[in-house]
């Protein structure tokens, strides 16, 4: 079975056979904009910390070594 020709198609602007379309010329990309980088301050903490950044680990007499606290005897 053989489809119908459709001519429609040759009516429409930029269908015509005769006139072959040429690509537009490529424009060079617009030069980046260089954002200036924010300055990276440390902050310092309320407690010291060691070399890994980590609170300094302190004795506290009213916690045992689990970190609970320790009930007084009377």
């Known amino acids: 079975m053989r489809d119908k020709k459709d ?8 269908f015509d056979p005769a006139a072959p379309m ?13 954002r200036a980088a924010m300055k990276q301050v ?3 903490l309320l407690e010291e910390t060691d070399t890994t950044g980590l609170p300094v680990w ?5 916690l045992d070594l ?4 320790v ?3 009377d």
């Open 71 to 73: 009930w007084q005897k």
């Open 7 to 14: 001519n429609a198609t040759f009516d429409l602007p930029g």
């Open 58 to 62: 302190k004795r506290d007499e009213g």
């Open 42 to 44: 440390q902050l310092e």
């Open 66 to 69: 689990t970190g609970l606290p």
């Open 22 to 34: 040429e690509p537009e010329p490529k424009r060079p990309p617009p030069p980046r904009v260089r």
